[in-house]
């Protein structure tokens, strides 16, 4: 096929009735194409010719998350809160890593739609209590039948609980 000039190549005489193989790999593809293969032939004084395409799709890594927020009441113990993100239609998957302290609280796979739920937005509430205040990290990293995209920049956020109040007139 011209569209794959590492691909573009005569098979030359085959017998009637035989059949032949061709295997044709071609590295750096970035784009879906569509390949045509091309025969011909003669003989008896019968000129026939024959075509086939197929279209080969290019799957792309996820694109890297962005838009991380997180929403919910961060003043409370034990804290609660729902991770957002922006979603990108090429992922399948999304591995969600929260930390505290560069403790390891939660480090696990969802699907889009079976655990995860995305329409422009990803949206998960892991139903991890935070019960301590400081500062909590996360990041996500997306995957399809590519591979796996770059992990999101960290997202930060602080539980911030008050202090009980000290009792009075005792």
Known sequence: DPSTPACDRTI?????DASTTFTCMASNVTQTFT????????????????????TVTVNQLPVQPTGLSVTGNLQVIPANPTYRWNHN????????????????LLDTWYEVGNGVSCTSTCSINPNIPLTANGDYSWWVLGWNDAGEGAW????????NAPAPAIPTNL
Do not use: K, Q
């Not at 390949?35 to 197929?54: L, M, P």
């Open 35 to 54: 390949n045509t293969a091309r025969v011909s032939g003669a003989g008896g004084g019968v000129i026939a010719s024959d075509s086939d395409s197929a």
């Open 152 to 159: 999101s920049n960290a997202n930060m956020f602080a539980v």
């Open 12 to 16: 030359g005489t085959l017998a009637p």
């Open 89 to 104: 239609a090429n992922t399948a998957w999304y591995r969600f890593y929260l930390s505290h302290n560069a403790t390891i």
